[in-house]
């Protein structure tokens, strides 16, 4: 018989990894629940997936793509903005979820004892499901426009694991920080908005460097997802890759996550009390 003690005076830091790993079964139940719940009694199921990035798409190609006239270096508008997309719905996805995950599950955490961290990271491999069904689209819009990927593509699930990285230290430190300022409920849905447009989605960096001051470069490439997005089209077209931009995402990146494990772990000995 496994004796498990919860003591609330412990010093720990980080969360305790082995802890998560007996706990896994209820990180799938808590995954397939939510995916469950988020399209039962739907008349158009999993359809729902594509629709949200398609009508984005089809402004984007309106706005950036016809309207302005961005170059893309030849790459078909629709392919250049959906590889930028997929990162950033994924992205989107784990900050309006996890951030009001551990709120929504209150009545569960309030009752029982068990890593508070799976709740997070549970809505993570719900967003992987959607993240990898647009990929499929990507590549079947890759077939249509007659895009052949470059010899990068094997680099690409190294950014695709950067994209879950950073995406995971956002939501852990959302889905913290909310349980004590419930406001960025409301602020949340406006950070993905603005996100979406101070983020290289419809546009390639060098229309930032060519358009912005270098204090404004400099603030820009501190988005953690900006540099990621450029490794990714560079895998995939094979378009010109800075690799001080990728640094910087990757260090931020390491910095949001590292500090989101901290800063849950405060949390996590009071969070029963305040939710």
Not at 44 to 55: E, K, R, S, T, Y
Not at 80 to 96: E, I, N, P
Not at 137 to 162: D, E, H, T
């Amino acid at each position: 018989m496994i004796k498990t003690v919860i003591d609330s005076e412990s010093r720990k830091v980080f969360p305790d990894f082995r802890e998560l790993s007996k706990y896994r079964d209820l990180f799938l139940i808590l995954a397939y629940r939510d995916f469950r719940v988020r399209y039962a009694q739907t008349f158009l199921g999993l359809v729902w997936v594509f629709i949200q990035p398609l009508f984005i798409l089809f402004i984007l190609n309106f706005v950036f793509g016809r309207a302005i006239n961005i170059d893309t270096g030849g790459i078909p508008y629709p392919v250049f903005a959906l590889s930028g997309m997929m990162a950033w719905t994924y992205f989107s996805f784990l900050m309006s979820q996890a951030g009001q995950s551990i709120i929504n599950n209150g009545e569960m955490i309030k009752k029982i004892y068990f890593p508070r961290l799976v709740v997070p990271l549970s809505k993570g491999l719900v967003g992987l499901i959607d993240y990898f069904m647009i990929f499929i689209f990507f590549m079947g819009m890759m077939l249509i426009y007659q895009v052949s990927p470059s010899s990068n593509i094997v680099y690409l699930p190294v950014f695709v694991l950067l994209v879950i990285f950073a995406a995971s230290g956002i939501g852990i430190w959302l889905s913290a920080l909310t349980i004590r300022y419930r406001d960025l409920q409301q602020v949340v849905p406006f950070l993905v908005q603005i996100g979406l447009y101070i983020t290289p989605v419809a546009y390639p960096s060098s229309f930032v460097i060519n358009n912005l001051p270098g204090w404004a470069q400099q603030l820009y490439f501190f988005n953690p997802v900006a540099g990621i997005i450029e490794g990714i089209r560079w895998s995939v077209f094979g378009t010109p890759l800075i690799m001080e931009r990728l640094w910087i995402s990757v260090a931020i990146s390491a910095v949001l996550f590292i500090t989101s494990l901290i800063y849950f772990r405060k949390m996590e000995l009071v969070m029963a009390d305040l939710i």
